[in-house]
């Protein structure tokens, strides 16, 4: 350990909580089998490096000091509740009996337990729903208000789903484990879906000051290469592909002041080229394996964007050719959105106004903001103002992310009066 500042403690502490604390409760997962005794555990983890390291210095490895402080607490919690409850007693000496009190006690298990503990909320004795609320709660700390957006439902229904979750996995007493090799298939749909929720969260916050959570960005990539080491599917390279070619574009989506640069007026330059050709690759080899997917497809057309010089040398007609499997593959009205702009970006405002409206009539999208905002667009294309600025103040209320409403604001103020 090494002696450290205040400033350098409260900068230090902040990065490791942001980095290390949804690893440290993935752990305490799998070490104490059960959410809630593990959630406390971080807390009390946290709050007891708080205390102890600006005297004793940061550990040289936080996570597994965090995880073994977590891990003592939890214990000594079940000790003290032992009064009320004596069966408490009995568990808490499991636990101590179970995990060798050594430095390395957990090294060979740290690096996966987050996939881990992606395949026990995916179980399939779990809802789909309830599958993905709770890994998007509990492995990557996402609150219920935004799973709910990443749902469109409400918060409520999502805290129901989680906690029905958490008592299903304990009364069944669904092991925190990596299916057998056979069982693998069966759960993959799954587990690929949480991750892809879970990066689209990183790629574009659902809400806040930035346009991206690039940690949770780059915590999905992570797990999708744990899983493409376990599990070489056509599938988890499809995803894996799309996700490196979306985040190559990261350092190019915003300027200095955080506001948002659309794809047409983006720095090139700025991507990460080599990111993109790594995903190409990828994609070749999801491709020639038969059993691709939604995923692949989705990647195909990244690397479409991904690979055209400059925006005006987009192929659209591939794009739109390779949306057209996605719709059969997958048929979607968010998809059916993506199509017609890039319709609309080959055809014309006009073609593309047209596709949007006959969405907007299925009502399937009516609080979705980015199809107001594609309706503004082309309105305003169009000339036809007013029904602009209605579009436009439309998907103003129901975007939450502070770049976007400047964004949208700023077409608003633009417009012609």
């Known amino acids: 350990m090494h002696p450290i500042t205040t400033v350098e403690f409260q900068k230090v502490i902040s990065d490791i909580y942001s980095r290390e604390s949804r690893r440290v409760l993935a752990t ?135 906690v029905r979750a958490k008592n299903k996995i304990r009364d069944a007493a669904i092991p925190y484990e990596i299916p057998a090799s056979h069982e693998l298939s069966a759960r993959l749909d799954s587990v690929l879906q949480v991750i892809y929720l879970v990066f689209n969260e990183g790629y574009s916050a659902s809400s806040g000051e930035t346009i991206t959570r690039q940690s949770l960005a780059k915590e999905a990539i992570r797990l999708a290469r744990l899983l493409e080491e376990l599990l070489p599917h056509a599938e988890v390279l499809g995803l894996l592909a799309f996700m490196l070619v979306q985040d190559s574009r990261a350092a190019a989506r915003a300027d200095e002041n955080g506001d948002l640069i ?30 691709f997917g939604a ?35 997958n048929p979607s009205p968010i998809i059916e959105l993506n199509r017609a702009v890039a319709f609309a970006m080959r055809d014309g405002a006009e073609a593309g106004l047209i596709l949007v409206n006959a969405i907007a009539k299925q009502g399937d999208l009516e609080d979705y903001y980015l199809m107001h905002a594609a309706l503004a667009d082309f309105y305003r294309q169009l000339g036809q103002f007013t029904k602009a600025k209605i ?26 009066r």
């Open 262 to 291: 659309t794809l047409e007026y983006q720095n090139r330059a700025l991507w990460n080229h080599q990111q993109i050709a790594e995903a190409s690759e990828i994609i070749q080899r999801a491709l020639s394996m038969g059993g």
């Open 28 to 162: 305490l997962i799998r070490l104490l089998r059960d959410f809630d005794l593990a959630e406390e555990a971080l807390h009390d983890a946290f709050a007891a490096a708080l205390i102890q390291w600006p005297n004793d210095g940061i550990p040289q490895n936080p996570r597994a000091w965090l995880v073994s402080t977590g891990r003592f607490k939890a214990i000594d919690h079940l000790r003290r509740n032992a009064r009320f409850n004596a069966s408490l007693t009995h568990i808490a000496q499991e636990l101590e009996d179970a995990i060798s009190d050594s430095d390395n006690w957990a090294d060979e298990y740290l690096e996966d337990d987050q996939l881990r503990l992606i395949f026990t909320c995916s179980h399939p004795s779990l809802s789909p729903e309830a599958q993905l609320a709770l890994t998007l709660r509990e492995v990557c700390g996402l609150t219920t208000e935004e799973i709910a957006r990443a749902f469109l439902t409400t918060p409520s229904t999502i805290a129901q789903r989680i």
């Open 391 to 416: 579009a436009y103040e439309q998907a103003l209320r129901l975007t939450k992310q502070e770049p976007e409403k400047r964004f949208l604001q700023a077409r608003i103020n633009d417009l012609p």
């Open 295 to 329: 995923y692949s497809i989705q990647a195909a057309i990244a690397a479409v964007h991904g690979e055209a010089t400059t925006y005006e040398e987009t192929d659209w007609a591939e794009i739109i050719g390779l949306y057209d499997i996605l719709l059969r593959l």
